[in-house]
């Protein structure tokens, strides 16, 4: 099962992939992850990349298309996976459905969550990551058992320098003229479902495993 998540940024892609790739036992690829990892540990790729993210723009297509086809290329991919911030632009989409077509293979769905602007604004100041792990909490609604530590690797949680509220307003004006085209893009392929992500996560997730059955 190929899945691919579409929707603004903080509209809780990740939160949802992360249960997906739980419930169905396949690899959750966030091509955001792969790039903080990177900056984390100081490669040439994430020097790169961490001048357009503090920015709040997109990584530019020849940098991020190359990483998400060798992670794909992978062997736990074989079954499936589930793409989080891949693609968010019309030529990355078209790269990756060449690259499927020349395997005889298809995106099985695309989910985009659905949340207005207003909403992502508030739910970012209050995210919390771990630069280690890629776990995500909220300091109101998904708190760690210990204020400030990851509950699943024990590092030190932060707020993302691209959450600052500035840099989410351009996330969300980059979102929209970049990446929402993806939506008739895989409406017209006929894989495109839509869940409502204003929703509490759970009954949000359970929106998604009815659209999976
Ligand atoms: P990326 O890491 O993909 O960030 P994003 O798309 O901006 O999305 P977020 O991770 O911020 O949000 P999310 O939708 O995953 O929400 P989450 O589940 O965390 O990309 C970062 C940057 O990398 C980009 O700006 C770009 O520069 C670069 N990049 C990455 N991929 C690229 C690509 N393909 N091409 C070019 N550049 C690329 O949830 C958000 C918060 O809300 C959390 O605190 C969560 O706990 C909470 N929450 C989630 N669901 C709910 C709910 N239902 N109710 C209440 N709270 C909720
Ligand atoms: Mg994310």
């Known amino acids: 099962m190929k899945i691919i998540m579409l929707?603004?940024?903080?509209?809780?892609?990740?939160?949802?992939?992360?249960?997906?790739?739980e419930k169905y036992g396949i690899p959750h690829i966030?091509?955001?992850?792969?790039?903080?990892?990177?900056?984390?540990n100081g490669t040439?790729?994430?020097?790169?990349?961490?001048?357009?993210?503090?920015?709040?723009?997109?990584?530019?297509?020849?940098?991020?298309?190359?990483?998400?086809?060798?992670?794909?290329?992978?062997d736990d991919c074989k079954?499936?996976?589930?793409?989080?911030?891949?693609?968010?632009?019309?030529?990355?989409?078209?790269?990756?459905?060449?690259?499927?077509t020349?395997?005889?293979?298809?995106?099985?769905?695309?989910?985009?969550?659905?949340?207005?602007?207003?909403?992502?604004?508030r739910r970012m100041g209050g995210r919390r990551a771990c630069l280690s792990c890629g776990a995500t909490y909220h300091i109101e609604h998904v708190p760690p058992k210990k204020e400030g530590i990851c509950d699943t690797c024990g590092q030190e949680l932060v707020l993302r320098d691209d959450d600052k509220p500035e840099t989410v307003q351009n996330r969300l004006n980059v979102y929209h003229e970049q990446t929402q085209p993806l939506i008739e893009f895989y409406q017209a392929k006929g894989v495109l479902k839509t869940v409502d992500g204003t929703?509490?996560?759970?009954?949000?997730?359970?929106?998604i495993t009815e659209i999976l059955k």
Do not use: C, H, W
């Not at 966030?30 to 984390?40: C, E, H, P, V, W």
């Not at 790169?48 to 086809?69: F, H, R, S």
């Not at 929703?199 to 929106?207: E, L, N, Q, S, Y």
């Open 79 to 100: 079954k499936g996976y589930v793409l989080d911030g891949f693609p968010r632009t019309i030529p990355q989409a078209e790269v990756l459905d060449k690259a499927l």
């Open 7 to 21: 929707g603004a940024p903080g509209a809780g892609k990740g939160t949802q992939a992360k249960m997906i790739a």
């Open 44 to 74: 040439q790729l994430g020097m790169e990349a961490k001048q357009y993210m503090d920015k709040g723009l997109l990584v530019p297509d020849e940098l991020t298309v190359k990483i998400l086809l060798d992670r794909v290329a992978q």
């Open 30 to 40: 966030s091509t955001g992850d792969i790039f903080r990892a990177n900056i984390k």
């Open 199 to 207: 929703v509490d996560m759970k009954d949000v997730f359970t929106a």
């Open 102 to 121: 020349e395997l005889g293979d298809k995106i099985d769905y695309a989910i985009d969550v659905d949340v207005p602007d207003e909403n992502i604004v």
